[in-house]
């Protein structure tokens, strides 16, 4: 359920938000009146169907996450137009998709790559965002994923990089709290998304079995735990993972 202005006069930075998930939940922030920047390699999709008055309150950054330079524009310019960062998604992550292997067969530069998508473009935001937050008090939701917990056959690299960003959010939680600032990581399961166009449908069928819930969930859905955790309501959760997946995986 959207709650008109939950967010008015906040200031989120959603990264990997152009597409699925990530343009899910900044189409969630703007929806409750937050002013949002954006980050990925391609922010073209994210206008469509927008309000002229909501598109006032979204700066789209077309850039590489993976780029330190980048990302510290991107940053700045959030706050010379926005103000100070009110709320960070750290979103963005990325198994090696079609590289993915074994791990006997698997290849080092893949596993960079995964590690540096998913796990330090999150920590090179927090860092930038920090400093603010530990002066006005904030949000950080970090994007973990099941396969951290399940630990799937042929994603070590994307299981490791998304444990990696757990213990990440633990101990950024307990440095922050005292100066009023949560920080949580979300672990959806299998959401719909572009990327399930290319996975074969019995794959997905098996997915489905595994599933308690029997299906495969939503961007929304993910977005709406996401929008909970950044909210006022959730003023005495920090250091928490939530799983978004159906009950495939249960801790």
């Known amino acids: ?4 202005d939950r967010f008015n006069n906040r200031t989120v930075i959603v990264s990997g938000g152009g597409a699925g998930i990530g343009a899910a939940i900044a189409r969630r922030f703007m929806a409750e009146g937050a002013r949002v920047g954006v980050i990925d390699l391609d922010t073209s999709g994210l206008v469509e169907g927008l309000d002229e008055a909501v598109v006032e309150r ?10 330190e330079h980048a990302l510290t524009e991107f940053h700045g310019r959030v ?5 100070p960062v009110d709320i960070l998604i750290n979103n ?11 791990f006997h067969e698997s290849n080092e530069e893949v596993w960079r790559f995964v590690l540096e998508i998913s796990l ?9 965002a920090a400093p603010a937050m530990r002066e006005r008090g904030g949000r ?7 396969a951290a917990f399940a630990g799937d056959a042929g994603l070590a690299d994307y299981a490791a990089a998304k444990m990696g960003l757990i213990g990440f959010t633990r101990s950024l939680a307990r440095e922050l709290a005292p100066h009023g600032v949560t920080v949580n990581a979300v672990a959806p399961g299998a959401i719909r998304t572009r990327a399930h166009e290319r996975v074969p449908a019995a794959v997905i069928e098996r997915i489905k079995a595994e599933t308690p819930a029997g ?14 955790l950044a909210s006022d309501e959730a003023r005495f959760i920090t250091g928490q993972s939530l799983l978004i997946d159906g009950g495939r995986w249960m801790i």
């Open 215 to 228: 299906f495969v969930g939503e961007p929304d859905d993910v977005a709406a735990a996401v929008a909970f």
């Open 1 to 4: 359920m959207i709650v008109a």
């Open 58 to 67: 979204l700066l789209a950054v077309d850039a590489d996450c993976t780029d």
């Open 79 to 83: 706050v010379s137009g926005f103000g």
């Open 140 to 146: 950080i939701v970090n994007m973990a994923s099941d």
């Open 120 to 128: 330090i473009s999150a920590m090179r935001l927090s860092r930038l």
């Open 92 to 102: 963005v992550g990325q198994s090696g998709r079609e590289r993915s292997a074994p």
